[in-house]
């Protein structure tokens, strides 16, 4: 933006040069304009991730029991969402190397707000995970900082998704069950891709808000059955990995777009 | 005139703007560091354009390394595994030491020529050279410490924001700045100025015995421990039996495949003459141990390497003649190089380090 300026800046000494003085004036307010037009011309899609456990809203003090009759509470619940695509009907509009983590403990994490040129929103694509090239370039910075705990260290790779907490059913020290489920390499990948169509085609021109629901149940009963009496922990990329990430999979749904 | 005078003045508020718009980033003036490839080596695998080496850069990255508070109790810095002297490997540690009296795994491996290594740790789970220091550092048993804690120890302290500054144009500590320079300091480390260097640069020539074990090193050993490097960075079962106690499977670990079972990645054989205990868990305390084990004692497995199905035949000869040509590949002015040493060292003494002196006279 700076550049930008500098540039307008210059091209009006050039001018004055000609012009004298007096269209200074005009043209330093043409460009005001243009920079007061760039940011009207911004229009917002939101998307709301709501976090529940069938049709309650997740908390990390309530009971939940899960479709084989197990009873937990939810201690940690955070995702990676990643490589977002909006369609109307014509276009599509990408989101390259925007990466989110959405952590149930952080309401404002929740909240994604991005431009959009597109008119008409009629679904929304995106990656539950961070993509295997982002696991494969060394350090990166903000969402995706190894600091955000969401990275292994010893075995280099993302934790796509984190679900931790107790359960009188988890035979472990008290009684915790928790699944890191991360893993990029052929055959171990757990990064899902998400296709939502909204219920109806919704109009931007004016922001939009999409709600997407994320249902935690759909960890232990979706493509597969998980038991946290038997399976109470997941701490490394593999075919337990893959099956909780098949499970995940299932779990978002739109609750509402307008 | 008054034309002029008008035109004049809005230049010089031009330039004025512009020169006050840039001046925050008058300060940040890096200084490159040219990375050097020796003759006849490959390319370097690590991507200098993502992280070009400053000497402001390489100067925070030393600061780290040597660094104690970096670790939960400030009592481990890289360096306290990582010691100059034995080519930063652990000085006659079969393990190193860690955080709250615990032993590590495996035995710390040298630092040096990883500009050319792709894969790091003995079982290659860790991909990229910047990534390698949050293993240790964030490790129970190694430096014990979490990388938040870190960050905040660093903010707290001018003189690492100053030279944040410095190396990255502003004072802003993050974990990716923080492990660039850290290889910036580290990718500069190269070995290959050893006798066996300056022979193959024709400034020098080997002795009858180390001339003899480069032959015999050149059928036995390179297949394996490839030049220039002496290590083709594979990963291979050596024929070692499993440890009981600590029951490492190498390589599997990492990539759940049966076929990886007990292997680990092949070590360099440069500056091995300072960096015994050898073997991933440091079991051999000297050459002529490995040695015995490869003509005696490989285990065969499924998994053992097919070159070692039946060891390696070695008589006491060559195992002489061999020991003599490892010896070559000890760099002394690598060991020696004040630039790799503590800060501040150039001003604390004239003086070579009195260990290892014996190194000069091989």
Excluded at chain 1, 29 to 55: E, T, V, W
Excluded at chain 1, 156 to 168: H, I, Q, R
Excluded at chain 2, 341 to 349: F, M
């Amino acid at each position: 933006m700076r550049l930008h300026y500098i540039f307008i800046q210059l091209s009006n000494v050039a001018m004055i040069k000609r012009e004298v003085g007096k269209d200074f004036t005009f043209y330093f307010i043409c460009f005001l304009l243009l920079m007061i037009g760039n940011n009207i011309n911004a229009q917002k899609i939101s998307i709301h991730f709501q976090n529940k456990a069938g049709d309650k809203i997740l908390q990390a003090d309530s009971n939940y029991q899960n479709a084989l009759g197990e009873t937990f509470t939810v201690r940690n619940f955070k995702y990676y969402i990643s490589n977002i695509v909006f369609y109307d009907s014509v276009k599509t509009q990408t989101y390259p190397d925007q990466y989110f983590l959405i952590d149930n403990a952080d309401s404002a994490s929740q909240q994604i707000e991005l431009n959009t040129s597109l008119k008409n929103v009629t679904a929304i694509k995106f990656l539950l995970g961070v993509d295997s090239f982002k696991n494969v370039s060394g350090i990166q910075t903000g969402a995706l900082d190894p600091a955000k705990g969401m990275f292994w260290t010893w075995n280099t790779g993302y934790v796509m998704a984190k679900l931790e907490g107790n359960s009188p059913s988890a035979n472990m020290p008290q009684h915790a069950f928790s699944y890191h489920v991360g893993g990029y390499k052929q055959n171990e990948k757990t990064a899902k891709e998400i296709i939502l169509q909204l219920p109806q085609k919704i109009n931007c021109t004016n922001n939009c808000v999409i709600t997407i629901q994320a249902d935690i149940l759909k960890w232990f009963n979706s493509a597969h059955e998980i038991k946290i009496a038997t399976t109470p922990f997941c701490h490394e990329p593999g075919k337990l990995a893959t099956i909780l990430a098949d499970n995940y999979s299932n779990m978002f749904s739109i609750e509402s777009a307008k | 005139m008054k034309l002029t005078k008008t035109i004049l003045l809005l230049f010089v508020l031009v330039v004025g703007a512009v020169s006050w718009i840039k001046s925050g980033d008058k300060k940040y003036k890096t200084h490159l560091l040219q990375f050097t490839i020796p003759q006849g080596w490959p390319q370097p695998v690590y991507d200098f354009k993502q992280n070009p080496v400053t000497q402001e850069g390489f100067d925070l990255g030393r600061k780290l390394f040597y660094d104690g508070r970096l670790s939960k109790d400030e009592n481990f810095p890289c360096a306290s595994c990582h010691q100059q002297y034995a080519a930063f490997a652990t000085y006659d540690h079969n393990l190193s030491h860690g955080f709250n009296n615990s032993f590590t795994k495996r035995n710390a491996p040298p630092l040096f020529n990883l500009a050319w290594q792709k894969e790091f740790m003995w079982d290659g789970g860790v991909n990229h050279l910047d990534l390698q220091p949050l293993a240790p550092m964030t490790d129970s048993n190694e430096m014990g410490e979490n990388l938040d804690s870190i960050l905040l120890k660093l903010k707290a302290d001018t003189a690492y924001r100053r030279m944040f500054k410095a190396a990255f144009g502003d004072d802003n500590i993050t974990t990716q700045r923080m492990t660039r320079a850290l290889s910036q300091f580290i990718v500069m480390m190269v070995s290959a100025n050893s006798k066996y260097d300056r022979v193959m640069r024709g400034e020098d020539s080997f002795n009858l015995p180390q001339r003899l074990g480069y032959d015999i090193f050149k059928r036995k050993c390179e297949s394996c421990h490839t030049e220039p490097l002496f290590t083709d960075f594979s990963y291979r079962n050596a024929g070692l039996m499993i440890d009981d106690y600590l029951k490492d499977v190498g390589r599997m670990k990492i990539t759940h495949d049966a076929n990886d079972s007990l292997k680990f990645k092949v070590p360099s054989l440069r500056n091995a003459q300072v960096t015994f205990p050898y073997g991933h868990d440091g079991r051999f305390y000297s050459l002529l141990q490995v040695m015995d084990h490869y003509r005696r004692d490989v285990v065969s497995g499924p998994t053992t390497d097919s070159l070692l199905k039946h060891g390696i035949p070695l008589s006491n000869f060559e195992i002489g003649q061999l020991m003599a040509f490892i010896y070559t590949l000890t760099d002394s002015s690598f060991l020696n190089d004040p630039r790799f040493a503590p800060p501040g060292y150039e001003n604390r003494t004239q003086q070579k380090p009195l260990e290892h002196q014996h190194i000069y006279k091989q």
